[in-house]
C-alpha cells in the first residue's frame, strides 16, 4: 500500500482541467433561476441524485465524475446521501410509476432554495420508453419543476461536469 | 432420471425456433420437468409466458445443451414450477402480474412486478383498469422479543438504482433481508411488441445500461438465428472485442466500489482511473464511452480502424503494467481481507440450484460460462480459461473479477492479433429477404448468461421478446448471503454481488 501512496505521491495529479463554460448560458440560466436563488449558495452545491428507473448507464457516467480524472468535489460540489442537505436535485430515468412518489417525496423533504437537474433523454421526455404503461408521460418535469436539463444517452461526465459548472455559476451570478 | 432430449422427446416440436429445439408439451412432461429442476437433472435458464402459453428454458446437467418447453394453456392455468423448484418462484409472480394467468399451486401469491401503480392490472394481458393507488405489500415475518426491522430505499444512499430492502436485524445481526424489486421496471418487453428490429435493439441496448454490449449482442444473436442471417467474421470479432473491453472495464469498477464499500479508498481511485481509460479507448475507437448501439442485428454499425487496434492494443499493456500492484494492494491489505474474508457466503449447493450464472456462480463453484459451456462465435477460437473458486465469499467474488481481468486481457490481445480482415461488417436485415422466425441465444455479459428469446414476424416486426437478466438466479441468494452478518456489512455483499435492477425489473 505505502508503494502504491509514494507512487501517487510523486506523480502528476490525473485530475483534468475543467470543460470551459459557456458565460452566455450561464448568463441565461441566471436569469432563470434569479427568483429562485435569492439566498445563493457560495462556492458549493451539495447534489442528491435519485434514479427514477434509469438502465443505469446514466449512474455510470455520475459515478464517473466522483473518479480521479474528473474529481467533482474540487468544484465544490458534493454528492449527499440526504434530501435536507441537498440544493440540487439530480434526476435520471424516465420516471417509472412505481418511482413516481419517491421522486416527489424526495424532492419535498429537499430545503429550499433548491433546483432540479435532469441528465439523459430519457429524464427529459422518456426517452425510449415514453409512451410505456409503466413510466410517466413528460419525464421528471411532468413530476416536479426542471430548472436545467442535461442531454445524452447517457450523458458523458465531462458533458455533466458542463451542466452542474454552468449550474454553479449560473447560482453565483448577482 | 429423465435428460432433457427425453423431455423434449415427450412433446411435439416446434420447427419455427433456432438454434435450440423447443417442444410443445403437455401437463404431465411440464410437472416432469419440474421434478427434474427438483432432482438437479437439469438446470431452469428461463420461464417466460405470451397469452396463450408458458415456455421454461433448461440447460443439461452440464450445461452443454439448451432446450424449451411450451405449455399451451388457453384456460390462463398453468402448474406452478416454483412449488416445487423455488428459484422459479419470482419469475411466476411477474407472469402473474404482466399476463393475468395463473400459476397453481404457486406458493407465494403476492404480486412481484406489479405495485399498483400503472393504473392498468395485466399490462400485457387483459390491460383492465385498475386504481394506481398503491398495494398494500406484507413482508415476511420475522418475530422475536428483540428484532427490529431497518426499511432501506427505494430512494438509497448513493448513486445507484432504487429498490427495497427490509432487514429484521438482532442488534447487528441480519435475521432476515427480504427485498422488494421492480421500481424501475419500464414496460421494456410490452414496448418491444410490434417495434421493428432497429428500435427493438436499442430498447435491448437500454435493459442494463452497464450491460448494452451484452444485451445487444445476445438480442442481435437470437435475432439472426431467427432469420437465418449469417453475420461477417470481422464483425463476430469485433463484437468479442467490446464485450470483453465491457466486462474490464465493468470488473475494474466493482473491484474497487466492493473496496469502496469497506472505506478503502485508495483501490477505488486506483481502479476509477483505469475504468476510465477503457471507456475512453471505448468512446475513441466506436464513438461511445459504453458502446451502446454498436452491435446491431446483422453485424456492427462501426468498424475498427488501425488506429483503433493500436489504441486497444496499448490500453491492454497498460493495465497489465498495473495490475500486478492492484493484486497486491488488495492482497497484502489484511484490514481490508478482514472485511471481505468470510462475508456474505453463498453455498455451492445454492448456485447450482439457482443455475446462478457469472462471478457469484464461479466464486462459489459452479463452473458455467456460456461463453465455453455454449460456446459462441468467435469465442471457440479464443484460448481462455474459465476461473471458479469456492469459499463463495465476498473475497472469493473480488478474486474472480481480477482472474477474469486477466483473461479477458489474454482475450483482448488475441482478438487484435486475429481479427480477420474481411471489408463488410454488416449483413443486410431488410425484412422483405427474410420469413420471419424465432431465435434464442444464450450470452455472457459480465455480470452472468442473458437469455433472449424472440418471435418475428415476415414484416420484420417483434411478435414478442423476453430477455432475462443473470440478476433474476443472484438477487435471491443475497437475501442468504446476509444471513448471520452484521448490518454493517450489507453494502460489501451487495456490492460483491453487483446486481442489476433495471435488468430484472425491464
Not at chain 1, 27 to 52: P, Q
Not at chain 2, 114 to 132: I, N, T, V
Not at chain 2, 269 to 290: D, P
Not at chain 2, 303 to 317: F, H, P, T, W, Y
Amino acid at each position: 500500500m505505502r508503494k502504491t501512496l509514494f507512487k501517487n505521491l510523486l506523480s502528476h495529479p490525473v485530475s483534468e482541467p475543467p470543460p470551459a463554460v459557456d458565460d452566455d448560458e450561464v448568463s441565461a440560466l441566471a436569469k432563470k433561476l434569479e427568483r429562485l436563488s435569492k439566498a445563493r449558495l457560495g462556492r458549493s452545491l451539495a447534489i442528491r441524485m435519485v434514479d427514477a428507473g434509469s438502465c443505469n448507464a446514466c449512474e455510470l457516467e455520475i459515478n464517473a465524475l466522483n473518479n480521479p480524472v474528473y474529481a467533482l468535489d474540487r468544484f465544490g460540489i458534493n454528492f449527499v446521501a440526504s434530501p435536507r442537505h441537498a440544493d440540487v436535485l439530480l434526476v435520471t430515468g424516465p420516471v417509472t410509476k412505481s418511482m413516481r412518489e419517491a421522486l416527489e417525496r424526495t424532492y419535498q423533504a429537499m430545503p429550499a432554495p433548491k433546483w432540479v437537474v435532469t441528465a439523459g433523454v430519457c429524464a427529459q421526455n422518456g426517452g425510449l420508453f415514453a409512451g410505456s404503461y409503466a413510466c410517466v408521460d413528460g419525464g421528471v418535469a411532468a413530476v416536479v419543476p426542471v430548472n436545467l436539463h442535461i442531454a445524452g444517452c447517457p450523458p458523458s461526465p465531462a458533458e455533466l461536469l458542463r451542466g452542474l459548472l454552468t449550474l454553479l455559476s449560473a447560482t453565483m451570478v448577482k | 432420471m429423465t435428460t432433457l432430449k427425453e423431455l423434449l422427446a415427450c412433446g411435439s416440436p416446434v420447427e419455427r425456433q433456432r438454434p435450440w429445439p423447443r417442444s410443445v408439451v403437455n401437463i404431465e412432461t411440464w410437472q416432469l420437468a419440474a421434478q427434474q429442476l427438483l432432482a438437479g437433472e437439469v438446470a431452469m435458464l428461463g420461464l417466460w409466458a405470451d397469452n396463450a402459453a408458458v415456455h421454461l428454458a433448461l440447460s443439461n446437467e452440464e450445461g452443454t445443451d439448451v432446450a424449451v418447453l411450451t405449455l399451451p394453456c388457453a384456460d390462463g392455468h398453468f402448474p406452478s414450477i416454483g412449488q416445487y423448484h423455488s428459484p422459479a418462484i419470482r419469475l411466476e409472480r411477474s407472469i402473474q402480474d404482466l399476463f393475468g394467468m395463473r400459476a397453481d399451486g404457486l406458493p407465494d401469491t403476492r404480486p412481484w412486478l406489479d405495485h399498483g401503480r400503472w393504473g392498468q392490472q395485466y399490462p400485457m394481458g387483459a390491460a383492465l383498469p385498475a386504481p394506481d393507488n398503491g398495494i398494500v405489500y406484507e413482508f415476511l415475518a420475522a418475530e422475536g422479543e428483540s428484532l427490529h426491522q431497518i426499511p432501506v430505499g427505494p430512494v438509497h444512499a448513493g448513486i445507484i438504482e432504487p429498490g427495497h430492502f427490509r432487514f429484521s436485524a438482532n442488534g447487528e445481526l441480519v435475521v432476515r433481508l427480504e427485498e422488494r424489486l421492480a421500481y424501475t421496471h419500464k414496460g421494456v418487453e410490452k414496448l418491444m411488441a410490434g417495434s421493428d428490429l432497429a428500435t427493438a435493439a436499442r430498447l435491448a441496448g437500454r435493459v442494463s445500461g452497464d450491460s448494452t454490449v451484452a444485451y445487444a449482442w445476445t438480442f442481435a444473436r437470437a435475432v439472426e438465428a431467427a432469420l437465418g442471417i449469417i453475420v461477417p467474421q470481422r464483425a463476430l470479432w469485433l463484437r468479442a472485442l467490446m464485450a470483453e473491453l465491457e466486462r474490464l472495464a465493468n470488473h475494474l469498477g466493482d473491484i474497487g466500489a466492493i473496496c469502496n464499500d469497506a472505506a478503502f479508498t485508495l483501490m477505488h481511485a486506483q481502479c476509477g482511473v483505469l475504468r476510465e481509460q477503457v471507456l475512453r479507448v471505448s468512446a475513441s475507437v466506436f464513438g461511445h464511452r459504453l458502446m451502446m448501439d454498436r452491435i446491431v442485428p446483422g453485424g456492427v454499425s462501426t468498424d475498427m480502424d488501425e488506429d483503433g487496434a493500436r489504441q486497444v492494443s496499448d490500453l491492454i499493456g497498460i493495465i497489465r503494467s498495473q495490475l500486478p500492484s492492484l493484486l497486491e494492494l488488495y492482497d497484502n491489505t489484511t484490514s481490508l481481507e478482514d472485511r471481505t474474508v468470510g462475508t456474505g457466503i453463498v453455498e455451492h449447493a445454492l448456485v447450482q440450484q439457482f443455475a446462478t450464472g457469472g462471478f457469484i456462480g464461479r466464486a462459489s463453484g459452479r463452473k458455467f460460462d456460456a461463453r465455453k459451456n455454449l460456446a459462441y462465435e468467435p469465442y471457440e477460437k479464443l484460448v481462455f480459461e474459465i476461473p471458479v473458486r469456492h469459499k463463495g465469499d465476498v473475497n472469493a467474488r473480488v478474486w474472480i473479477r481480477f482472474d477474469e481481468v486477466g483473461q479477458s486481457l489474454a482475450m483482448l490481445e488475441q482478438i487484435i492479433t486475429q481479427l480477420p480482415g474481411d471489408m463488410d461488417i454488416h449483413q443486410d436485415t431488410d425484412q422483405r429477404t427474410f420469413s420471419g422466425g424465432e431465435g434464442i441465444a444464450l450470452g455472457e455479459g459480465f455480470r452472468g448468461d442473458i437469455l433472449v428469446w424472440v418471435d418475428i414476424d415476415e414484416n420484420g416486426r417483434i411478435t414478442r421478446c423476453h430477455l432475462r437478466d443473470p440478476s433474476w438466479f443472484q438477487w435471491p441468494l443475497l437475501e442468504v448471503a446476509i444471513k448471520d452478518n452484521i448490518v454493517a456489512d450489507f453494502p460489501l455483499c451487495n456490492k460483491s454481488f453487483n446486481c442489476s435492477y433495471s435488468g430484472h425489473d425491464l
